[in-house]
């Protein structure tokens, strides 16, 4: 459904306090609203923080074989160099850039979902897959917000790494924006917005290495009664600064012309209201299946700073399963 009526199911499922999942695409174009007790678990399965619909399984573990693809650099830096150039005119001071990677995988899309361990996951009509480690937002009951956007990532194996992602002129750079994008984000519809924890780092496993990812807090209060309107609210907030970029709508614009395919569900937003809390995730760290074939989703910020052959080895390091 479009983002019209997507808001208003939202807002009379929030009104009545009935729990549901919503699932949007990166555009806000395609947006699935259902109450947990319509959703099919042989078509669509949800773990959000541990509260999921998965049937209890016994699975059968082996090692992870995954083999990439990427784009040959010289596509790769095409698409950054015209990054740069809407930079250096200002058009925008950060963009998420991303590609699709063929990928090949002993796992099916369904055993990626019970395999993985990620804060939010989703497995979709065996069409895609996501397994992610990143909050959008989340809502208590006495109505206060928080977002933690990360920004910043590095192989923990390197020699100083937590020291030299925290100190790192670029990442800074990136990761400053984004806060400040989001922080103003949440201005919109909240008060008392604050940044009560700034650069912290947190450890992602996966099934080839450790990597250091840099996170921040930010908060901020709701009205009482924000369930009554919580499909304005969220949407308010789409896309994600953190996929996408400052300013918001320009970027967005700049990486509809950049990209070379569709993003689809990639970098949306997923997450669960209860009845009286949500919690919601960023849609990245995603597989999907294409003619029979699957393609792993991953992207970086891009700023003034930022090394093309240095986002291109990010891309690539992004791609994994968090299996181990």
Same mark, same amino acid.
């Given at each position: 459904m479009n983002s019209v009526r997507a808001i208003r199911q939202m807002n009379a499922l929030g009104q009545q306090r009935i729990p549901f999942l919503f699932i949007v695409d990166f555009l806000g174009n395609n947006t699935q609203?259902?109450?947990l007790d319509d959703i099919d678990s042989s078509q669509l399965l949800f773990?959000?923080?541990g509260i999921s619909n998965?049937?209890?399984? !016994? $699975? =059968?573990?082996?090692?992870?074989?995954?083999?990439?693809?990427?784009?040959?650099?010289?596509? %790769?830096?095409?698409a950054f160099e015209r990054v740069q150039y809407h930079i250096r005119r200002g058009d925008t +001071?950060?963009?998420?850039?991303?590609?699709?990677?063929?990928i090949t995988l002993n796992l099916?899309?369904?055993?990626?979902? +019970?395999?993985? =361990?990620?804060? %939010? /996951?989703l497995y979709s009509h065996d069409q895609w897959v996501v397994f992610s480690p990143e909050t959008f937002c989340q809502i208590d009951e006495t109505g206060v917000i928080r977002t933690f956007p990360m920004k910043g990532t590095i192989d923990a194996s390197l020699p100083d790494a937590a020291t030299r992602l925290t100190n790192d002129n670029k990442e800074k750079a990136e990761h400053t924006t984004v806060v400040d994008l989001l922080r103003n984000d949440l201005s919109q519809i909240?008060?008392?917005? *604050?940044?009560?924890?700034?650069?912290?780092?947190?450890? $992602? $496993?996966?099934?080839?290495?450790?990597?250091?990812?840099?996170?921040?807090?930010?908060? &901020?209060?709701?009205?009482?009664?924000?369930?009554? !309107?919580? &499909?304005?609210l969220l949407f308010a907030l789409l896309p994600a600064g953190s996929i996408s970029g400052a300013p918001k709508p320009k970027t967005v614009a700049i990486i509809r012309e950049v990209e070379n395919y569709n993003r689809g569900f990639y970098t949306g937003v997923m997450g669960l209201f209860d009845g009286k809390k949500l919690d919601s995730g960023v849609?990245?760290?995603?597989?999907?299946? /294409?003619? &029979?074939? %699957?393609?792993? /989703? !991953?992207?970086?910020? $891009? *700023? +003034?700073? !930022?090394e093309a052959e240095r986002e291109y080895r990010e891309l690539i390091d992004k791609i994994y399963v968090p299996i181990y």
């Open positions: 609203v259902l109450p773990d959000v923080q998965a049937p209890t399984r !016994s $699975i =059968q573990k082996f090692p992870v074989k995954l083999e990439k693809f990427p784009v040959d650099f010289a596509t %790769y830096q095409a +001071y950060l963009v998420n850039l991303s590609f699709e990677t063929p099916s899309l369904q055993e990626v979902f +019970y395999r993985s =361990q990620a804060r %939010y /996951k909240a008060i008392d917005v *604050t940044v009560p924890r700034f650069q912290y780092l947190e450890k $992602i $496993i996966t099934h080839q290495r450790a990597l250091w990812q840099m996170s921040s807090e930010i908060r &901020g209060r709701l009205p009482p009664d924000y369930t009554d !309107s919580i &499909g304005d849609m990245i760290r995603f597989i999907e299946k /294409k003619d &029979g074939k %699957y393609v792993f /989703k !991953s992207g970086g910020g $891009i *700023t +003034y700073f !930022s």
